[in-house]
């Protein structure tokens, strides 16, 4: 079975910086699937940020995030990575990593079948 744990959330000030950890088990991380990063604010929609096809790497990254955020995984330790800079208040919000097997990787969050429990991030100005 698919199980995704992320971990690195935390509480910072505007300008700041995290790095999000997304430990994947239950599938040979390295072969041909979609992983991705979201983030869900109270009140607001689930918004897609940073996704990586783990077969050749290509990224995406949204507009909100994209100079600042960076998507990375080590198939060596079935991690996906999501780097933090510059972080803004607006950033605040639950953040959580998914796993869609079957690719074309989109930023459709119904796309995606696996899911973690989340972690936090709170930015202060």
């Known amino acids: 079975q698919v199980q995704l744990v992320e971990s690195g959330g935390g509480s910072v000030q505007a300008g700041g910086s995290l790095r999000l950890s997304c430990a994947a088990s239950?599938?040979?991380?390295?072969?041909?699937?979609?992983m991705g990063w979201f983030r869900q604010a109270p009140g607001k929609e689930r918004e897609g940020l940073a996704i990586?096809?783990?077969?050749?790497?290509?990224?995406y990254y949204a507009d909100s995030v994209k100079g600042r955020f960076t998507i990375s995984q080590d198939n060596a330790n079935n991690t996906l990575y999501l780097e933090m800079n510059s972080l803004k208040p607006e950033d605040t919000a639950m953040y959580y990593c998914?796993?869609?097997?079957?690719?074309?990787?989109?930023?459709?969050?119904?796309?995606?079948?696996?899911w973690g429990q989340g972690t936090q991030v709170t930015v202060s100005s």
């Open positions: 998914a796993a869609d097997l079957y690719p074309p990787c989109d930023t459709w969050s119904g796309s995606y079948t696996y």
């Open positions: 990586i096809y783990t077969g050749g790497g290509s990224t």
């Open positions: 239950g599938y040979t991380y390295s072969s041909r699937y979609c």
